[in-house]
């Protein structure tokens, strides 16, 4: 059992526990690895044939011989037959607690289109007999383009209340509306929208304006139990594709407390970088008390489990039409159920705070990011880290922007300078390119996800999902399958089958450094994860086919034969024997 021990004081960031890649061990290799194509991601050797392991560590890389070096009498050997190696992959961005509570009593379906919502909610009036909520529903992703209105869900519930919602938009039958005493009289709040027909009545449809929708969503609750086991199974469901290590990038005290008892019993299954989540809509004071007593800051923990970021919402979604843009969304915004030519969305933290809390973060020690998926927000937040950079420089704290869906050259630019890194979602690109490209124009489109300019540039970007929804790993909301995210920066391809800006596309092993070696930067650990060499951790996994060389459509249906942590098998297909075991 690891005694987990909370540290109360906030050290500088260069004190704290990050961990430099270990010492080689001198003692004969536990596992020998061989016939094998080790795509290794370490620059100086790309590609290996054999590797020994001693404890958890990787003890040697190179061809059979040279690793042959390292075994000895009690060695086991393991012939891969000619199978294909990776570094553990790692997601930058997931929720795995809220991921698996969604599915706590029942598989979620997919739904596209408003005959699949029909169904669904059927289903739950049937099953259920309070609200029926209907959780991470897009407009964007349904085939109509558009929210149902009250009146099209209450042809579908009658009098009982339905809230279709995705966090930063919510439609609501009449019943919902009623309960949620939203009427015509009641005004426009500053941080949403009420959609009203030409009458001035509501329509259903909820933009933002989350304490609107509060009564709403005062229902059910879950034990520490109940997030401890939803952790434990979504992380099996992690590693069945692959990932090793996740960055967890929404936490507050209750979640983090879950982690921390998983931890400290040593049950935790993938390794995980936490991030802790603060209400930068409050007054400032009430923030700088919250953060001075939080305690542990970036950097405490072990190779299991890190204390990584603080993170604030700057603005809404674009998806549901809240991102902050540079400028107005325009005329066609039928997708989003509202006409404002004037109307560029929402920014939720007025730009002096965002420098105050980036220059608290700093202060305290901690490696600050901010969610911003307009081109505005992203800006905003450039230049409260530039603020802070000019007094004293940030480049070492590895300051993240989350998500920043639009960075044009401008912005590139400014984020090479200051040494920040990007924590992007590709599955965002392929979902929702076709409806957002209809909203955006050609030259906006552009700057969406342009994953090239800024590997070109030198700009470091992980690759996450943002997986909140569903166990299946391609079906969930959203998919966090790695290779599913490999294949859409690889080929561009939406789920229309458009390609937008096929000159943004990523080389097969760039798409690989996004899962390894850059995850691993974002979150300090590139001396111990994210590539296959000497002296850092033996996490691995084991695919079915070569990556770099299979056609090209054929990456997103790459499928893990085995996964491998600290050296030791964690997953193995159900159809098959494990290679390495324990």
């Given amino acids: 059992m690891r005694v987990a021990v909370l540290l109360l004081v906030a050290l500088p960031l260069a004190a ?7 010492q080689v061990p001198d003692a004969r290799a536990d596992l020998l690895l061989y016939n094998a194509k080790f795509i290794t991601m370490d620059p ?20 059979t011989q040279q690793v042959g070096r390292t075994i000895g009498p009690a060695t086991r050997q393991i012939d891969l037959g000619g199978r294909t190696v990776l570094p553990g992959l790692i997601d930058s961005h997931v929720h795995p607690i809220s991921a698996a509570l969604a599915e706590l009593d029942d598989e979620i379906p997919v739904m596209r289109s408003f005959a699949e919502l029909e169904a669904h909610v059927a289903e739950q009036l049937a099953a259920t007999d309070g609200l029926v909520f209907v959780p991470k529903v897009y ?31 919510s439609a609501l039958n009449s019943a919902a509306l009623d309960r949620a005493e939203i009427t015509r009289e009641t005004p426009d709040p500053p941080d949403g929208k009420i959609i009203r027909d030409d009458q001035g009545r509501p329509t259903g449809l909820i933009l933002g304006a989350r304490r609107l929708v509060s009564p709403l969503l005062a229902g059910r609750s879950y034990s520490a139990d109940d997030m401890r086991a939803a952790l434990l199974r979504m992380h099996d469901a992690y590693l069945s594709v692959g990932l090793t290590s996740v960055i967890d990038r929404s936490l507050g005290p ?70 902050f843009l540079r400028a107005p969304y325009g005329p066609h915004t039928e997708v989003y159920g509202f006409s404002d030519p004037d109307y560029r969305g929402v920014l939720r933290v007025e730009p002096e705070k965002i420098e105050a809390v980036a220059r608290l973060a700093y202060d305290l020690g901690w490696q600050m990011t901010a969610h911003t998926t307009g081109g505005a927000s992203t800006d905003a937040l450039i230049d409260a880290y530039e603020a ?140 111990v994860k994210g590539s296959i060499e000497a002296g850092k951790l033996a996490d691995l996994v084991v695919i079915d086919r070569d990556i770099l060389e299979c056609p090209e459509d054929e990456i997103r249906d790459v499928q893990v034969l085995e996964t491998i942590l600290g050296g030791k098998t964690v997953y193995h297909r159900p159809s098959g024997t494990p290679l390495v075991g324990e």
């Fill in 16 to 22: 704290q526990n990050f961990p430099p890649r270990p």
């Fill in 44 to 63: 100086e050797r790309p590609v290996a044939e054999a590797v020994t392991v001693s404890g958890d560590r990787i003890r040697a890389v190179g061809t």
């Fill in 139 to 169: 407009s964007t992703r349904l085939a109509e383009r558009r929210y149902p209105t009250r009146q099209e869900i209450d042809a579908w519930s009658g009098s009982r209340p339905v809230m279709l919602d995705n966090g930063y938009a």
């Fill in 254 to 323: 209750d979640r983090l407390a879950v982690y921390q008892r998983v931890w400290s019993e040593g049950e935790l299954q993938v390794r995980t970088y936490l991030t802790r989540t603060i209400n930068g809509e409050r007054p400032l004071e009430e923030i700088e008390a919250e953060l001075r007593a939080l305690g542990p800051v970036t950097g405490f923990g072990d190779d299991m489990m890190r204390m990584g970021s603080l993170k604030m919402f700057l603005d809404g979604g674009i998806l549901i039409g809240t991102a």
């Fill in 388 to 527: 802070v950079n000019r007094e004293t420089p940030i480049a070492d704290r590895r300051f993240t922007l989350t998500h920043a869906n639009f960075p044009d050259a401008r912005a590139v630019e400014r984020i090479r300078k200051l040494g920040l890194v990007m924590d992007m979602q590709p599955a965002w690109y392929h979902f929702d390119g076709p409806a957002l490209s209809k909203v955006l124009g050609p030259a906006r489109m552009k700057t969406f996800h342009p994953y090239k300019s800024i590997f070109d540039a030198g700009v470091v970007v992980a690759g996450g999902s943002d997986h909140m929804i569903k166990f299946d790993s391609v079906e969930a909301v959203n998919p966090y399958n790695p290779f599913f995210g490999m294949w859409m920066v690889v080929t561009r391809k939406t789920a229309s089958g458009e390609v937008f800006n096929p000159e943004e596309r990523l080389t097969r092993e760039q798409a690989l450094q996004m899962w390894t070696t850059n995850a691993a930067y974002l979150s300090f650990e590139e001396g």
